[in-house]
């Protein structure tokens, strides 16, 4: 079980590198980038994000080799939802996406995660569209993900409460939020944002602070527990988000780390689409 | 000694005799050994005697004599004997036994007078043993019993009393002899018949006592078995329970009834068991029932290991659901605590696999379980128990008690009840959850279930979402596990606040037991030391562990043990160690009760305590418990109430009962007001279904009429339990049978006025009538026996119309018929006014006032009732007397009963007379002496 003061706290992430087709458009539904994607600075960003990862935050980074099949892989969010030694590989809801799974699963195998696939047919879910507080899952059911992608989450982390969060267009939960801490939920200020988090508010047993920022996306920020008292949140860039920044600035304790994102947030990415983040206790 | 050696072989002697009797009831068992440790005796005496056989024969014509007597002697004797003995009606059933018994006991007889005193003085601590078995079997008696042994007047009932009072008058009887004997020898022999025949009675008289065999399964898997009066609350067998299992933080556990359903029907501790349980035998499950939230508030680990138990339980049937890890880990835990650290050599590869930690349990978890197993090294049971519980009680769906539902829309859902409020899951997904300070009212019609939610933040207007269940029992279910889940772990005390928003609706039905604050601040007090358990799984008793037999030979063991010795503060024994322990335990036990464990002492404790705790309700409070004392004194001054009387006016009862449901259901339908309405209207279609629905409805939707009048289910459960215990009580007095056909006439009255407040004046005027009785019974006891009864409701009569004479023997006559000397005649005579019945037709009226009025003189006690109503704007007022006239044949009953009329006429002098109902009982056997 998740202890809750291990929330936050991980060993390993999870990246895979940029292929040079990642301003093409997706096949299939043809949901590509609604603006061009700089590349050279989509590089340039991963390449600060990943050395965050390895620097900033001691996370011991694997990068997973571009696929210029999988013009979207470097959304692995999409691809697993984690919690603790339990990971579940996702059945993202566009089918050119799915081939990203397999390279997925098997690195976390690697890592001696537990590995769970969906099973269902019928259900669909991007990793992106589950938001786990550290007590329970949310999981949005939007474009991507369905009820029955919910219904495997639910199946394969028993022990917490998995509620579903209607989502409305085509963002993905954390599209507009995740947590800025332990008991604190970073939120957007949209309707749609303020929306979901009533919902998440009237489902949830606990009791959770909430960090409204002026930019959706903003909301979308990583919590890191680094050692027994520091922890740092990976944000969006003042660059990219002025208004946003002030709003981090309250929460005590906490390096803030700004970093941009702005060419794979044209793919419908986010800080946190970059990476899968472990916690694989290695004196076990 | 003889009698040392003796007793097994004439034990099977006799117990062959009685094969053909036997009955599978403990109870019976217990009087059977009594009888046969009794004959053991005096076979063995006679053994020792038998060289001295000139001796006997001398003695044995005279006694032979006597037998051919024998029947005359009855009516003789009968006056001889103490009224109370006159009424074992069980007499003539023993005769066939008769021939075989007399000559033993007076054989000994004969050679007690030979021979010093010494065979009483052998005989008197086997007594004392015997009383001692009954007591610990017969644990809820046990208070009765030790009262029963001051006062010698209340001698007939209950079987096993009657043996240990039989006991007694056995060895007064001897007494008398000794005396006797040196004077004149004729004499004694009277007495001696006398006492054979009380001897004899009480064996039959097993078969009176209404009990029914009860099991429970208890969360190690065991199981627990005893025998319960047929009409024990619930409250009794779960207080045996935890007694035997040594658990005093019980508020969060409670009994499942057993039905064939997967679905919980917790047994309502406040009811009668049989109106809940409609199958034999009676099999119940020892389960938790409020998960306590934080585990490691628990005052005792004991507690702590049964809530791990059903956990176990609950997780390895896949109830609460838990991920691969956690099943791993609390596995771990488990075996901990119950094996001790690991050990490689001990615990081989198969140790993993007697144990079931997940419904599907796979190698690969049994491995990690072992992997995280080895790494507990250190923690005593009881912390990795506290460990289990840390991470069990993290589990979303811990405390989560489901139901299946529908939604508006006819999708399929659960609705979850737990200790925050109610979630709505769809498929394993939380959809939706109404925390409790949301909902402002639960209730259910039919088979529909709503709760009426508070605004949210921005709306204005409280919104009502329903569901649909499966049925009506099933909403109804929801609706109680609702009001018990709020009640529990949101109040501070079971009482509602008069304009409580929450929970307003219908059924009378609400949590009784103690909340969690009240249970939490009680355990605080808890003073003893930690008690000694012994850790099983479940999941393997029938296996043996590490050599040692530990499961099915144990609990025989235990069984057996318990059985013959342990009592009431049996424990779970499991193998010898523990049995050593035992001795020692029932000591702490007693200890911390700080009183010799004496149940319904305890009990009574224990409501004082509640009326403390809840300051709203003081005055119906006050009430219940003073129905419960009077209970009390009832079993004290009665023991010896004949059952089979008892059962006759039971069922009596009932019809007296569903006749006023079935009028406060008419009453209903005509009247109409706000909420009750909607759950009046819920009941009524049912009105027409399964005869036992029925029956529970109605109740409660009497009670719910009487919601308005907040704590209204108090006055209810007390007067519940009065009505029981005057049951008791009037049963033996022949009072009963009158109050009983008293309750009904009125019962039949109030159903054709305004039924809603009537039912409850009624109730409470029988209330007061029944403890009045009560009192006027102590001194009737003390003084007399009562003979004749004369009572009439309604006083006045002149110019009234006889429109009913019923007869009502039939009940005593089922007493009587047995009862060779005594016979009782009973009649009712019901004299009416015809325009009583034109004007009460089912307009319902207004009530306005309603008092109830006691007085009381020697050989009288009335009871006037009035009521004041309103109906079609003519008001009207209402007066039932009861005069109860009691006495030897030296009263004139009929001119006590013409003053009575007389004086109520000249009382009122401005009201008419329309209904008198007399009911007379008379000793046959009295009047025909005379």
């Not at chain 2, 917790?266 to 306590?292: G, M």
């Not at chain 2, 030979?553 to 010898?576: E, H, I, K, N």
């Amino acid at each position: 079980m998740a202890g809750l003061s291990s929330f936050g706290r991980y060993t390993h992430a999870v990246v895979r590198s940029l292929p040079d087709s990642l301003g093409a458009p997706a096949t299939g539904d043809g949901a590509g980038p609604a603006e061009p994607v700089d590349l050279a600075k989509a590089h340039r960003q991963y390449g600060v994000y990943t050395g965050i990862l390895r620097q900033k935050l001691g996370l011991q980074v694997i990068e997973l080799p571009a696929d210029e099949g999988l013009p979207r892989s470097v959304l692995v969010e999409d691809a697993a939802v984690i919690q603790g030694d339990t990971a579940l590989v996702t059945r993202p809801w566009e089918p050119a996406r799915r081939g990203e799974i397999s390279s997925i699963k098997k690195v976390l195998e690697e890592l001696k995660m537990r590995v769970v696939e969906v099973t269902d047919d019928g259900a669909t879910l991007d990793g992106s569209d589950v938001l786990f507080t550290g007590r329970e899952f949310f999981v949005g059911i939007s474009k991507w993900t369905n009820h029955r992608g919910a219904e495997m989450v639910a199946d394969t982390f028993r022990d917490f409460a998995v509620s579903t969060v209607p989502v409305a267009g085509s963002s993905h939960l954390k599209s507009f939020c995740s947590m800025a801490g332990p008991d604190t939920v970073a939120i957007g200020s949209s309707e749609a944002a303020k929306k979901a988090m009533r919902t998440m508010e009237q489902l949830t047993d606990h009791h959770y602070d909430t960090l409204t920022v002026p930019d959706d996306p903003a909301g979308n920020c990583v919590y890191v527990r680094l050692g027994p008292k520091g922890s740092a949140l990976l944000h969006r860039s003042p660059e990219e988000f002025p208004n946003s920044l002030q709003p981090f600035q309250k929460l005590a304790d906490l390096t803030l780390i700004p970093a941009a994102c702005s060419e794979v947030a044209k793919l419908g990415g986010a800080l946190s689409s970059c990476s899968l983040l472990i916690n694989k206790k290695l004196d076990r | 000694m003889t009698t040392e050696v003796g007793p097994e072989t004439e034990v099977k002697k006799e117990s062959e005799q009685l094969g053909a009797d036997a009955a599978n009831e403990k109870h019976e068992e217990a009087t059977e050994s009594q009888e046969n440790q009794k004959s053991e005796k005096t076979l063995s005496e006679e053994a020792q005697s038998s060289p001295s056989s000139p001796a006997l024969a001398t003695q044995s014509s005279p006694s032979s004599q006597k037998k051919e007597k024998d029947p005359s002697e009855g009516k003789g004797i009968s006056r001889f004997i103490p009224p109370w003995l006159k009424k074992q009606k069980s007499y003539s059933l023993v005769e066939p036994k008769d021939e075989a018994k007399k000559k033993p006991v007076e054989e000994r007889q004969a050679m007690e007078e030979r021979e010093s005193q010494l065979p009483e003085e052998v005989a008197e601590p086997k007594g004392n043993l015997e009383e001692a078995t009954i007591e610990s079997q017969q644990e809820a008696k046990a208070d009765d019993k030790e009262e029963e042994k001051h006062s010698v007047s209340s001698a007939d009932t209950q079987p096993a009393k009657e043996d240990s009072k039989e006991i007694g008058v056995e060895k007064v009887a001897d007494e008398q002899e000794e005396k006797q004997k040196v004077e004149e020898k004729r004499e004694t022999k009277e007495v001696q018949t006398a006492e054979i025949k009380m001897e004899k009675a009480p064996q039959k008289a097993p078969k009176k006592i209404k009990t029914v065999p009860c099991k429970v399964m208890l969360l190690d898997g065991t199981e627990y078995s005893c025998d319960l009066e047929k009409r024990a609350k619930g409250q009794v067998l779960f207080d045996k329970v935890c007694e035997q299992l040594n658990l005093l933080e019980k508020d969060y556990f409670g009994l499942l009834l057993r039905d064939n359903s997967d679905q919980k029907n917790w047994l309502d501790s406040s009811k009668e068991i049989k109106r809940q349980i409609r199958s034999l035998p009676w099999i119940f499950t020892f389960n938790v029932k409020f998960y306590p939230p934080d585990p490691s508030q628990l005052t005792e680990d004991i507690t702590r290991y049964f809530l791990c138990l059903q956990l176990r339980q609950d997780i390895a049937s896949g109830r609460l659901p838990c991920s691969f890890v956690t099943h791993a880990l609390l596995g771990s835990y488990a075996l901990q605590a119950e094996l001790g650290d690991y050990d490689s050599e001990e615990h081989n590869n198969h140790y993993i696999s007697e144990f079931q930690f997940a419904p599907n349990q796979t190698k690969e978890m049994e491995d990690k379980v072992v992997e995280l197993h080895k790494t507990h090294r250190g923690l005593t049971p009881a912390q990795a128990d506290s460990h289990f519980l840390e991470n069990a009680k993290r589990l979303s769906m811990y405390g989560v008690d489901l139901h299946h539902a529908k939604d508006s829309e006819g999708v399929d859902i659960m609705l979850g009840v737990c200790a925050n409020g109610l979630l709505i899951y769809k498929d394993r997904l939380r959809i939706n959850r109404f925390a409790w300070p949301k909902i402002l009212k639960i209730s259910y019609k039919r088979s529909n279930f709503y709760i009426k939610v508070r605004p949210a933040e921005l709306e204005q207007f409280e919104s009502t979402i329903g569901f649909k269940l499966p049925n009506h029992r099933a909403a109804k279910r929801l609706w109680k596990v609702c009001v018990e889940h709020h009640t529990f772990y949101r109040l501070i005390s079971p009482e509602q606040p008069p304009k409580a928003k929450f929970l307003t609706l219908g059924s009378k039905f609400r949590y009784s037991g103690r909340t969690q604050a009240q249970t939490r601040q009680a355990s605080n007090l808890i003073d003893r030391p930690a008690p000694y358990f012994e850790r099983t799984s479940s999941k393997r008793v029938s296996r043996s562990l590490d050599g040692a037999p530990v499961g099915i030979t144990d609990q025989s063991l235990l069984r057996d043990f318990s059985a013959a010795t342990v009592g009431p503060t049996g424990d779970m024994v499991f193998d010898d160690e523990a049995v050593g322990q035992t001795t020692l335990k029932n000591g702490e036990g007693r200890d911390e009760d700080g009183s010799p464990t004496k149940i319904q002492q305890l009990k009574l404790t224990q409501d004082e305590k509640s009326s403390h705790e809840t300051l709203n309700v003081v005055e119906e409070k006050k009430q219940a418990e003073v129905g419960i004392e009077e209970t009390v004194v009832i079993d004290e001054i009665n023991r010896g109430t004949i059952q089979a009387v008892t059962d006759a006016g039971e069922s009596r009862k009932v019809e007296h009962l569903s006749k006023k449901d079935s009028s406060s259901l008419s009453s209903d339908s005509s009247s109409s007001s706000e909420s009750e309405d909607e759950v009046v209207g819920e009941y009524q279609p049912h009105h027409r279904a399964a005869e036992d629905i029925i029956r529970e409805e109605q109740e409660e939707n009497e009670d719910a009429k009487r919601m308005p009048k907040e704590c209204a289910t108090k006055v209810i459960q007390s007067v519940e339990t009065i009505q029981e215990g005057s049951k008791v009580t009037v049963n033996q007095t022949q009072v009963t049978a009158k109050a009983l056909s008293q309750e009904n006439a009125v019962a039949i009255k109030t159903g054709e006025k305004n039924v809603m407040e009537e039912g409850k004046q009624d109730l409470r005027a029988e209330d007061e009538e029944e403890q009045l009785r009560i009192n006027g019974d102590v001194s009737h006891v003390d003084i007399d026996v009562v003979p004749q009864i004369i009572c009439c409701s309604e006083p006045p009569v002149v110019k009234t119309e006889m429109v009913t004479i019923s007869d009502a023997t039939q009940r005593t006559e089922i007493s009587t018929k047995e009862v060779p000397i005594v016979q009782t005649e009973t009649k009712t005579i019901t004299y009416e006014s015809p325009q009583f019945d034109g004007s009460a037709g089912g307009d319902a009226g207004v009530l306005l006032s309603a008092q109830t009025i006691t007085s009381e003189s020697v050989s009288t006690t009335t009871t006037t009732h009035i009521t004041k109503t309103v109906k079609g704007g003519v008001s009207e007022t209402r007066i039932e007397k009861r005069i109860v006239i009691t006495g030897d044949a030296d009263i004139d009953h009929d001119q006590a009963l013409a003053q009575a009329i007389k004086e109520a006429k000249e009382q009122h002098p401005d009201m008419s007379v329309t209904r008198v109902v007399v009911h007379k009982e008379t000793e046959l056997a009295e009047e025909g002496e005379e």
